[in-house]
């Protein structure tokens, strides 16, 4: 039996300090619906995400609390694998840095990067960002009015002893890397920003710091802590099992290296350019693309506790309740911030987007459809009669939302993937209004035109609802029960469930009611 090719996804790990929120929500539900894709495609599929639990802001919190940071990692560790139920999501593992399998593979890469001379003592004296927890040179601190581009606060002058990563000595292997590999930082705009920032010319790291104590030792001098990023980075290593010294027991090498790493701007520089100079000097692959999405922005403002619009778990689970997770999968897809410019969540634009794209097609175009059957069939899929319907191409539409959907789904423009799926829906409608099978209906004699016009519109729809099932999986599912398809989405064959055919002539189908409409919450 022929290996399936391999698909391995990741999300940043989270910062336990913080409670889940749409920024966690957003992008860990990005990598869900491209999982269950590659899944459907035919792929071994490995979906990570976890928690990152060093620090000095963890322990600084936790010691607020009167708690061991331990106690603190582990509050918060279990509130994110919550939200992973929460959500439906389908990762494959939950990692954390606080775990032994994580903190005896760091130890032994950094032991790694310390006999290949990657990595030295030195000393460092300039800016630290206390938020990022990042060092900051005199031209970008300068630059940034001495002050966090990220969080707005005052950088810190800092001078410390540490171990760092020779970090300058990859400037042209990493210049080179980006010239042979032009998709590796996406989109386009992140790319230019790594590439001008890069031109400036690469300094040395620190990858330990001494001020904490709550981090993994450094090898063989434990005043130093790791630093938490070069902590973090690894853990995309870590899950898989790279650094063990019983090799490949787990039997996860087959995933490295990573097709997609999926984070938010913020971390970019992190990832695109420090974790792969960390993986060079360790001699293992790169991955294939570090994809930076934007940041949301709340009706049309920054997201602040203050404002009242930040939109936090319980505005989520609200948002849930309401229209149902499917609908907040679906509009996390279509109107997130996957480009170079941040989305406005809104209110009235989530209640929009369902009521259109969600009751008014997908819902409508397969309620009509199955309805008809219903009525008009006794509720079995009629076979095709071949009746030719000028301008009108079902399977032909249906191949080219097949083929746009797998090009987008490649390039991780899921956007463009819900459009091919759902594109697909509006010509079903369309062909239904030009061909007007109610009318036909009353015409005895046309009885093989009226079977040719519902076996179409069914086969499409049944297409249809296989592209849209990464993306409303729970929806498609009933969708799939009202066409009587017993099928698992999770077990590939989603290129022979996209061919055009006659599988459901004489299926009995039920009439479907998807997405119910709903008022508009005054207070969503």
């Not at 001699?283 to 693309?289: G, R």
Request: charged share 25%.
């Amino acid at each position: 039996m022929t290996a399936r090719p391999t698909a391995y996804i990741t999300t940043p790990i989270y910062y336990v300090n913080d409670r889940p929120h749409i920024g966690h929500a957003y992008t860990t539900t990005l990598c869900d619906v491209w999982a269950r894709a590659m899944r459907f495609a035919g792929r071994d599929v490995f979906f990570l995400t976890g928690t990152d639990e060093h620090g000095v802001k963890v322990e600084k919190s936790a010691r607020e609390r009167g708690i061991d940071p331990q106690a603190l990692a582990d509050e918060n560790a279990a509130e994110f694998e919550r939200v992973l139920e929460v959500f439906g999501l389908t990762n494959d593992d939950f990692i954390r840095t606080t775990q032994s399998r994580h903190v005896r593979q760091v130890q032994a890469f950094v032991k790694r990067l310390l006999e290949m001379d990657a990595v030295y003592l030195g000393e460092f004296e300039g800016w630290y960002d206390e938020g990022q927890e990042e060092y900051v040179t005199e031209n970008r601190a300068r630059e940034t009015d001495y002050t966090s581009p990220i969080s707005g606060r005052p950088l810190v002058k800092a001078t410390e002893k540490n171990y760092y990563f020779r970090l300058s000595a990859f400037q042209e292997r990493l210049e080179a890397f980006f010239e042979a590999n032009p998709g590796f930082v996406r989109p386009e705009a992140r790319r230019n920003e790594v590439l001008g920032r890069l031109r400036d010319g690469l300094q040395d790291v620190p990858i330990t710091r001494t001020n904490f104590s709550w981090g993994i030792p450094f090898p063989d001098d434990e005043q130093h802590v790791i630093y938490v990023w070069i902590d973090a980075l690894l853990n995309y290593a870590t899950a898989l099992g790279m650094a063990e010294d019983d090799g490949d027991a787990g039997g996860r090498h087959r995933y490295w290296p990573a097709d997609l790493h999926v984070i938010g701007k913020e971390i970019l520089w992190f990832h695109a350019v420090i974790w792969p100079a960390v993986l060079m000097a360790l001699d293992l692959p790169l991955p294939t693309c570090v994809y930076a999405h934007s940041f949301w922005i709340s009706e049309g403002q920054k997201m602040s506790k203050s404002l009242g619009n930040f939109i936090d778990l319980p505005t989520i689970e609200r948002y849930m309740d309401t229209y149902g997770l499917d609908a907040w999968r679906w509009y996390m897809v279509v109107q997130g911030p996957l480009g170079a410019t941040d989305a406005d969540f809104q209110a009235a634009g989530f209640h929009e987007t369902y009521t259109t794209d969600l009751v008014n097609t997908v819902g409508n175009c397969a309620s009509r459809t199955t309805a008809m059957i219903g009525k008009y069939f006794d509720g079995v899929v009629p076979a095709d009669a071949g009746t030719v319907f000028e301008g009108w191409d079902l399977p032909g539409a249906a191949a080219t939302a097949f083929e746009r959907w797998t090009a987008a789904m490649a390039t991780f423009a899921l956007d463009d993937a819900c459009e091919a799926a759902i594109g697909l829906l509006r010509t079903v409608d369309a062909f239904i209004n030009a061909t007007e099978p109610f009318k036909v209906a009353k015409d005895e004699s046309r009885r093989d035109e009226l079977a040719s016009i519902l076996a179409r519109c069914a086969e499409a729809v049944r297409i249809a609802s296989m592209l849209l099932s990464p993306i409303l999986p729970a929806k498609m599912a009933e969708l799939r029960a009202a066409l009587s398809i017993d099928l698992d989405v999770a077990n590939g064959g989603l290129a022979e469930q996209a061919a055009w055919s006659d599988r459901l002539a004489g299926s009995t189908v039920t009439k479907v009611a998807l997405f119910p409409r709903i008022e508009a919450p005054q207070d969503a």
